[in-house]
């Protein structure tokens, strides 16, 4: 055993092997056998440690120098032919250590290892991308074995409420694919097969509305013949204004450069197009006909469209004296139809003239006005300011109001005792020279217009509001003073130097800069859409192609020239042109339209007053009467969602109390008949579609009727957040 010990002491500093094959024989000391088949390994490992030493020499020198000849005659090489193929093979030998010297420090770099790993990403995404299609194709083609049963895209939802933004971002990743970051609340298996994208907004249905219905009819949803509740999202949306706000206007992060030649290419709306319309003159506080007063005159413009809405007194006389005692029952009744007829035509010349005068816009005036308070309360006028478009002040008038003055408002107005001391002005004055000055095609500017029009006494109805052009996004207003310094970045109703309040000429021109400036630069400039991308714009640029069914405000709001819009009357319209674009014959890959029947319905039970910047709807309204009258008379032709017979009289009851919305019959049907519609579309989608609907916002009748009522104002607030809710439906052909 010392003798052993001693020995491998002795051979510690030998090669690996032999020690392992020493440290085998001292374990195996009592058995001859086995130590005879070890050393027998040890030779063997022995001679395979000469073998790895012979070719690691080899591998340090060149092969080719183990060949005798290099001709095929086998003749011998000169001296000097073998001096000069060294000297090839070292320089040849050189270069290629350089070359891999630079390849291995190139990938240790962390941003060529970055850009590696990028790449083989790239090449993977590029295999897999080939053999979805390839699959897809054998499976449509069968020759997979399965006669294309698994070529089939699958979703599955992972949370039941989301918002319109997350909506949004799974359309766009649907049509970008992977260019975009992958939504987490919802899982989409084979997307790449998903050949199209079919999404149906219908207004004016709430979530509350959805459940409540759903209640009446014992179903567990109202759309189960195509959509499962599996697949039902619920929506918060962020206002109980137009989904498409939200839906179709895609956040940029960063500042999107326009060059010269996108800028001759962006298209200028007219002066027209930022007029306030009758429901923002309404909402904003501007007086209609309704509100004339004793002391209050209109403008030429209001009195133009009086005399054109009035009948004529020669079509009275006319119509007075057409039938006579004697004439028969068909005579006066071919001569009622024909003066209805004649009727009807002066109200459609009229209201195309209406239409023609309301896009006329000859001269845009910028006016700001000075109030003091007087006995009673009341604001009055004390100076009015107007300038032209060429900042030219073409009427700057100091006022006596009719009134003992009890607060001057210096600090805002600039008015002191002295101020008028000398004034003669009345207000009758005044509007002897507003008549003069502002016609019927004459557009007026001002920063809330609605209080200057009320100190004039005047009522126009062409007005562009800066408070209303720049908004806040809120129900709030900006002042005059922040946009001043922020657009046009001039500092105004300074108090330095012993300044007092504002002055009404600096004001007015404030106001015409930043109107001419909005229509210079576009709608969306100075509002929240100025950092927003069109989603239809932002899918276009990676070659993916859309359409747009609505009506033809929708489509002048919502849409941009990259979009095939169709303009529809109707829902049954926009189904059969939704059918016709989701067809394989169409080359759109998105396709959104809206079903407008419901809200229409319950904007009709809304008072309305005449529309002067669009009579049409004046028109509109009384055919929509008309035709509501001839549905109800038909009522048995149509089908309606009929109340399940296990409820009892007093639970409809108690399910009706949920909402304040009235769902009465002609609701129900309205609601079927979209059910139907909808079915309608699916069952024409080719395979591997989409259909995506979304409900919401809900009515806002509860709204408006709570809107001014101080008492009402929790009522109000619950109304909004009902309006607010909606749902999300998603069904894959």
Known sequence: MTHLKNKEIENSSCIEVENNSNNNNNNNNNNNNNNNNNNNNNNNNNNNNNNKKRTLDISYTNKFQFLDSSDSCGESESDSEKEENKKNKKEMNRVALKKKKRSSSSSSSPTNKLSQDLKKKENKFKVSNDTITEYFHNSNNGSDGTNGEMGKPTITISRN?????????????????????????????????????????????????????????????????????????????????????????????????????????????????????????????????????????????????????????????????????????????????????????????????????????????????????TEGGELELTRISIINEQRKVILNEFVLPEKPIVDYLTQYSGITEDTLKNVTNRLPDIHEKLNKLIGPDTVLLGHSLENDLKAMKFIHRKIIDTAVLYPTGSNGKFPLKYLTKKYLNRIIQSTKHGKLGHDSIEDAKAVMDLVQLKIQKGKSFGTKLESMENLFDKINKFEKKSSFIDRLDDIKTFTSQVVSCFCCDNDNQVIEKTIKQSSTSSPSDLIFSQLTSLSDHFNS????????????????????????????????????????????????????????????????????????????????????????????????????RFKGDGNKQNEYHLSIETAKEGLAFFALK
């Open 605 to 704: 039970l809304e008072p309305k007053p005449i529309s002067f910047t669009n009579p049409e709807k004046n028109k509109i309204t009384t055919t929509t009467t008309t035709t509501t009258t001839t549905t109800t008379n038909n009522t048995t032709n149509i089908e309606t969602i009929i109340d399940s017979p296990l409820l009892t009289e007093k639970e409809i009851k108690e399910i009706h109390s949920l909402s304040g919305i009235d769902i009465n019959a002609s609701v129900k049907q309205i609601v079927r008949q979209m059910e139907l519609q909808v079915k309608n579309v699916y069952d024409k989608l080719q395979d591997n579609s989409l259909l995506i609907l979304i409900l919401g916002p809900g009515p806002q009748n509860d709204i408006n």
């Open 161 to 373: 409420k989301c918002t319109i933004r997350d909506v949004q971002d799974y359309i766009v990743w649907l049509m970008l694919r992977f260019k975009v970051r992958t939504p987490n609340w919802i899982f989409t298996a084979m997307s790449p097969l998903i050949k199209k994208v079919v999404v149906i907004s219908i207004q004016g249905f709430s979530s509350l509305m959805h459940d409540i219905l759903s209640l009446l009819s014992g179903k567990e949803n109202l759309f189960s013949e195509v959509f499962e509740n599996k697949n039902k999202v619920e929506l918060q949306l962020p206002n109980y204004n137009h989904i498409f706000e939200s839906l179709l206007n895609v956040k940029t992060h960063k500042v999107q450069r326009i060059d010269n030649y996108e800028k001759m290419k962006k298209e200028i709306e007219p002066i027209s197009f930022y007029l306030l319309d009758d429901e923002q003159l309404i909402e904003n506080g501007y007086f209609g006909i309704k509100d004339l007063k004793e002391g209050w005159i209109y403008s030429n413009q209001v009195k133009q469209i009086i005399d054109l809405l009035k009948p004529s007194e020669n079509e009275n006389n006319n119509l007075d004296g057409a039938s006579s005692p004697l004439s028969s029952s068909s005579e006066s009744s071919s001569e009622s139809s024909s003066s209805e007829s004649s009727s009807e035509l002066l109200i459609n010349d009229n209201n195309n003239l209406l239409n023609k005068l309301n896009l006329k816009v000859k001269e845009m005036l910028a006016i700001d006005c000075e109030m003091c308070r």
